[in-house]
């Protein structure tokens, strides 16, 4: 079957650095999305990997290892508004999305 | 550019009435659009995928005589909750793919809040 896992909750400190890991099974791979999602509000898009390797964009950076099945999201310098859940959705081989059940993210001042 | 919009933002209905909800892409065409629902602290799941022109595919557990989906253009997509109970109450958002882009990046709407009483 086709599944995605990632951590349910993580807590970090302001101004610190996360990594909120991501595997996934797939039948068929054509790319990996994470969004983010705050609360009682609609994900918005943060990046897209399909080739192995690091997408940096600002603060958040997004790794994928296809022979892994595995992608992580790295946010750093973390601020107080980055609380919210990240939702990591990989796409299969007819290009539906098929999406894990977001990591909650906590931020601490 | 990329908007998708929704309305309503939120609707109260009392048990037994069908509720509407509209699904817009304003500055571009979308072939196929989604319809998700998201009870609280739980991640989305997707109801349905509907194309322009055709029947929509529902996934499985949705009853399709419950939850109506039109998608009569290329720019709206119409969800309706039938004869709404208590437990149909959730978040409801919808998502939408660019016609002809090489990867399937959604976009979602702002997402509907439902409360039936």
């Known amino acids: 079957g086709q599944n995605i896992d990632q951590p349910t909750e993580m807590t970090a400190t302001e101004g610190a650095i996360v990594q909120i890991n991501c595997t996934y099974q797939t039948s068929g791979f054509n790319g990996l999305f994470w969004y983010q999602q705050h609360a009682g509000e609609a994900p918005t898009f943060l990046s897209y990997?399909?080739l192995d390797g690091l997408e940096e964009k600002g603060r958040f950076s997004s790794f994928l290892s296809r022979s892994k099945g595995y992608s992580y999201l790295l946010l750093k310098e973390l601020q107080m508004k980055d609380s919210a859940s990240y939702l990591c959705a990989a796409t299969d081989s007819n290009y539906q999305l098929i999406w894990g059940a977001g990591t909650k993210l906590i931020i601490k001042p | 550019g990329a908007v998708v919009s929704q309305h309503p933002s939120w609707v109260i209905c009392k048990s037994g009435t069908s509720v509407k909800i509209e699904c817009r892409s304003l500055d571009f065409q979308a072939t196929t659009m989604f319809w998700y629902r998201q009870f609280p602290k739980q991640s989305l799941m997707l109801m349905a995928t509907s194309n322009e022109g055709s029947k929509a595919t529902y996934e499985q557990g949705v009853e399709k005589d419950k939850f109506l989906i039109n998608h009569a253009s290329l720019t709206l997509s119409t969800l309706t909750v039938t004869s709404a109970h208590p437990e149909d109450s959730s978040f409801y958002i919808c998502?939408?793919?660019?016609?002809?882009?090489?990867?399937?990046?959604?976009?979602f709407g702002p997402g509907t809040r439902l409360t039936v009483l």
């Open positions: 998502s939408a793919n660019i016609a002809g882009r090489s990867y399937n990046e959604q976009f």
């Open positions: 990997n399909v």
